[in-house]
């Protein structure tokens, strides 16, 4: 699930279902007639399955590039190269950069928000329909089966990086139109849309296609070539017949007063941006985003790829994401009770150290696989069983991290700037986990050594013995690194043998670094959650200026949080 990506919306309306008085003329005749989820969505049914619909296909290439990594493994792609490839996941968690754009500059005529969605989906359409030609020797994959290809990954990391790139304008573009398509009792259903569209998308396009393409059904040519059609089809139909309501924010309506983001242009919301930036608490704030994510980096980003390589099919790996999602969906509503409140982060402090704990699950699962493995080959279903409860109880105490961090976004956001705000934390929050991932796939290889291991020749001839000679030594200067190596080394009657394995001490020590990390994490976090809710407001800062003496507390008690003791 990138590692999937979860964000939330850039802007979202909150609106209790209490509070929406009935459009009706007709009084409320009793207590139990109770307001349905279909009856609330009168008139808007169509519209949440077109926003539904819209998510989806914002999926679909984020888990295509999800399911790149796995085929790269398959061909013996170096580590290294996968770091370079991991850099295709940065647009989506970099949109801010791009947002106000989005948000600010528009043909009225035409819509708003459809100015942008329409050229994005086409261009997504146009790069799928052009990738589908090019995309199988990318891969290394070649109709010529006396023709050795390496697979081109500063080319696939392009191409998924422009992917990602306009997936991440389209979802900008998608979450503003949602506040207007919909009526505004029912604009909180819009990040249900989000959420469940975009997870549909992702499976579609990480899950579906690695099975069928496992199973020789379909090829990534194909697939990219029926969506790029998709894409250009659907865009059409939006195009011509969505009509959007040109208006910029939707009011309540009930009576109570709610803050309401203001619409800012290009400039106000880059310095807003930079407000936000200035703020005494946000250094602080932002290093412990930017860090917290190394000590589970190694377990979570190279465990699958390990898991690969000692055997285990890709299209199970794929999977394993199936069982995850009602987990996902099950424990984020159970959890959600324990976040509301002042401190929503004591639940992510309480998970981080199971997490880090389950991190070394996964690492002694990858180290026992080679001796699950049956002799007919394959794996018995308890092994399956295992990386299932394991992989399950991982996510558990991801998913309380995750939901415990959104809720106190949410309690510290300005509400006068909500939405950049979040925003803004949300975007150090994934590059706090991307930047170890790309470290970890990176370094795995530096510690990693291999070799090619020649398998013993009868000698019977002075020939023949010197053909062996031969071939021993070209055995012998093979390290099995990349697909050319290894492929040799299997040409040549060897076998590719790991003599130091750098995935298990890699591991071990990001857990430990994470371990000590949560010292100072823990003791930050404490502190950060007994700050005022006023004091992280950022609009009405320039208030603090006749606070005199207070201003110089402030500005020294906010270094001691660099501290551990």
């Known amino acids: 699930m990138e590692k999937t990506e979860e964000k939330l919306p850039n802007e979202s309306i909150a609106i209790e279902k209490g509070s929406v008085p009935s459009n009706n003329n007709e009084p409320v005749e009793t207590n139990e007639e109770k307001p349905s989820m279909l009856k609330d969505l009168d008139g808007d049914k169509m519209h949440v399955l077109i926003l539904f619909f819209l998510y989806i296909l914002q999926g679909i290439p984020l888990g295509l590039k999800a399911s790149i990594p796995l085929i790269l493994t398959n061909r013996d792609v170096p580590y ?172 309540p309506e009930s009576g109570e007063e709610v803050t309401q983001e203001p619409d800012l242009g290009i400039i106000e919301t880059y310095k807003i941006l930079w407000k936000i930036i200035r703020h005494p608490l946000i250094p602080v704030t932002a290093l412990f985003l930017l860090t917290f994510g190394f000590g589970f980096s190694a377990a979570e980003d190279i465990t699958n790829l390990k898991l690969i390589e000692k055997g285990v099919p890709k299209e199970k790996i794929a999977m394993l994401a199936i069982p995850m999602i009602p987990v996902k969906i099950g424990f984020t509503l159970f959890i959600t009770r324990f976040t509301v409140g002042p401190r929503p982060m004591n639940v992510w402090l309480v998970s981080f150290p199971f997490r880090l704990f389950f991190c070394l699950a996964m690492t002694l699962l990858v180290y026992v696989t080679p001796m699950m493995i049956l002799e007919e080959g394959g794996f018995p279903t308890y092994y399956y069983v295992i990386i299932i409860a394991i992989f399950a109880l991982h996510r558990v105490a991801l998913y309380a991290m995750f939901v415990a961090i959104m809720a106190f976004f949410a309690r510290i956001s300005d509400p006068a700037i909500g939405g950049t705000y979040m925003t803004f934390l949300n975007t150090l929050t994934n590059l706090g986990n991307m930047w170890p991932a790309s470290f970890v796939l990176w370094f795995v290889d530096v510690i990693t050594y291999k070799d090619c291991i020649a398998k013993p020749i009868e000698e019977s001839s002075p020939l023949v013995f010197n053909q062996n000679s031969t071939l021993l030594s070209t055995l012998e200067d093979n390290q099995c690194y990349g697909t050319l190596e290894s492929k040799a080394c299997k040409e040549g009657g060897g076998s590719c043998s790991t003599l130091t394995e750098g995935y298990y001490s890699l591991s071990i020590a990001c857990v430990i670094i994470g371990s000590l990390w949560f010292v100072w994490g823990w003791r930050t976090m404490r502190r950060l959650q007994r700050v005022e809710v006023a004091d992280w407001r950022v609009v009405k800062k320039d208030e603090t200026e006749l606070r005199g003496d207070k201003d110089v507390i402030k500005e020294e008690e906010k270094f001691n949080f660099f501290y551990c003791f």
């Not at 329409?118 to 359409?125: S, T």
């Not at 604009?187 to 997870?199: D, E, L, M, P, R």
Request: net charge neutral; proline share 3%; charged share 15%.
């Open 80 to 251: 290294k190269e996968q770091a370079t490839y991991s850099i295709s996941s940065y647009p989506f968690s970099m949109k801010i950069l791009w947002a106000p754009i989005v948000d600010s500059l528009f043909i009225a005529r035409f819509g708003r928000r459809k100015s942008w969605l329409v050229p994005v989906q086409y261009l997504i359409g146009i790069v799928m329909l052009i990738s589908s030609q090019y995309v199988t020797r990318l891969i290394g994959d070649s109709d010529d089966p006396e023709e050795t290809l390496v697979p081109d990954v500063a080319s696939l990391t392009a191409m998924f990086f422009v992917f990602n790139f306009l997936a991440a304008t389209q979802d900008v573009a998608v979450d503003g139109w949602a506040l207007t398509m919909l009526k505004p009792k029912n604009v909180g259903y819009a990040s249900t849309c989000n959420s469940v569209g975009q997870t549909t998308g992702w499976c579609l396009g990480y899950i579906l296609y690695t099975t069928l393409d496992s199973y020789g059904v379909v090829t990534l040519s194909q697939f990219l070539l029926f969506w790029g059609i998709v894409f250009l089809i659907t865009t059409t139909g939006i195009a011509i017949f969505m009509k959007e309501k040109n208006t910029h924010a939707v009011a």
